[in-house]
């Protein structure tokens, strides 16, 4: 087997999420968030696990950059919890909670290591859940202001921002299917507040490049699905289309075209009656591109003409293959396409992926090391594809895995693990993965 090298200035990285780690949920003047009470809702949550602890990485943030770094890890992407910082989603400033991002980057700029900063990884404050969260137009407004505040205590040493992390998710999974926070199932509702996460992302993006800043980049996070007909049947390769728009054009094509696809905009005026857009809105859209496009990639999906979705009316198909403890099919073949496809559409925009990684049922620790044989060949089998995208001309020039540690899966609570490094709950002592032990050859080689 050949080697493969990447480019010289490639990023390795690793990702994780404020709910799903830091735990700490009442301490230093933290709010409630969405997440904390859909999480502590009967029902909602595998085992009715919550986020109060997590990995306490709140407390153990030291402990847990002291892993980075002997990673090899060159840059770290968290998200900031908003609670933590506008208890009430607007208003006054918590100094305790922007004290420990501020204790957090220093710490990692100390060890050698990047922060990447996402400001909206889906613990919305519940404050303004209350005034109608995403829905209420506003909304917008206080993400621009809180981005603001942070970009001015945080921007001098933070390069790379991110607005918001998978929108389609905010948006579908949280107002549509029900099955995220807040919990609702409106398709219209969903479609709204999709709108009104776009709008918010240009807000944050106009605020930032407004405070001037020359050396830092603000781009958007997306979960991306390639999408294949099940046929090549005229209905099928429709349906593909239409799907496509649902989950990929419909995020994709205001962040970097400046509007909505016109296709999806008319089904959605007539089937929904929705999004209702106000003047002026798709001016601050088209005015504030991202920067940078951030790819979240786990799974493809291919789909036929159906009625499992009542209104998209389509099915999808599980091809045969291999699948992951969360049922995804292991395909790194789609993230090739999926690259190549952004490349050709959407003008070879700066690419970094900012998640990928897999669950698999972990055995447990045998002389001080978990065995994650899928893992390692899973990350193996992606890292592949993406340097033969490389290669061919795609700008990736950075690679974040999910995740550093096991976490609070959502709705799946701690029963999935995605972790580079094991997380044993009761104890909260770290352990390695083989997959972690890989990683860090494949980062002092740039390579394998």
């Not at 009715?48 to 306490?56: H, I, M, P, R």
């Not at 496809?341 to 992926?353: A, G, H, S, T, V």
Request: with cysteine.
């Amino acid at each position: 087997m050949s080697l493969i090298i990447f480019p010289k200035d490639f990023i390795w990285g690793s990702a994780t999420a404020s709910y799903q780690i830091e735990g700490a949920v009442n301490e230093d003047g933290r709010g409630e968030s969405i997440w904390d009470r859909f999480s502590h809702t009967p029902g909602k949550v595998t085992n009715g696990d919550t986020g109060d602890v997590a990995c306490d990485h709140y407390h153990r943030y030291k402990q847990d950059i002291k892993i980075m770094k002997e990673i090899g890890l060159q840059s770290y992407r968290f998200s900031i919890a908003w609670p933590r910082i506008f208890p009430e989603g607007k208003g006054k400033m918590n100094q305790k909670g922007i004290d420990f991002y501020d204790r957090l980057i220093n710490e990692l700029l100390e060890n050698g290591i990047d922060p990447a900063v996402t400001l909206y990884h889906w613990d919305l404050p519940q404050a303004l859940q209350d005034s109608g969260g995403w829905s209420n137009h506003d909304t917008a407004d206080y993400f621009a202001e809180y981005a603001e505040s942070i970009f001015k205590v945080l921007g001098d040493r933070v390069n790379k921002w991110i607005t918001h992390n998978e929108p389609w998710c905010v948006a579908f999974a949280g107002h549509r299917q029900g099955r995220h926070a807040p919990g609702f199932t409106d398709f219209s509702l969903a479609v709204q507040v999709s709108h009104h996460l776009m709008l918010s992302h240009a807000k944050a993006v106009q605020a930032y490049k407004a405070l001037n800043s020359k050396t830092g980049k603000i781009g958007i996070t997306l979960n991306l699905y390639p999408i294949y007909p099940a046929s090549d049947s005229f209905e099928d390769t429709e349906t593909a289309m239409l799907v496509d728009g649902y989950h990929n054009r419909w995020f994709l094509d205001p962040a970097f075209k400046g509007q909505y696809p016109q296709d999806m905009l008319n089904f959605y005026k007539e089937k929904l009656n929705s999004p209702v857009i106000q003047p002026g809105d798709m001016e601050i859209i088209a005015a504030n591109p991202a920067e940078f496009l951030g790819i979240n990639y786990y799974f493809r999906k291919v789909v036929r003409k159906g009625n499992i979705d009542p209104v998209l009316l389509f099915d999808e198909v599980k091809p045969e293959g291999q699948y992951t403890e969360m049922n995804w099919e292991v395909y790194p073949q789609g993230l090739y396409d999926l690259l190549m496809r952004i490349k050709k559409d959407y003008n070879n925009p700066l690419i970094y992926i900012t998640e990928n990684g897999a669950a698999f049922k972990d055995s447990k620790p045998i002389n001080g090391i978990v065995e994650d044989q899928d893992r390692l060949n899973f990350l193996k089998q992606h890292f592949e594809t993406t340097a033969k995208a490389v290669k061919e001309g795609v700008n990736v020039q950075g690679y974040y895995v999910w995740s550093l540690m096991d976490n609070f899966e959502w709705a799946h609570g701690y029963t999935k693990r995605f972790g580079l490094i094991y997380i044993d709950y009761e104890t909260q002592e770290r352990i390695w993965k083989r997959s972690a032990l890989w990683y860090k050859d494949v980062i002092k080689n740039n390579g394998f």
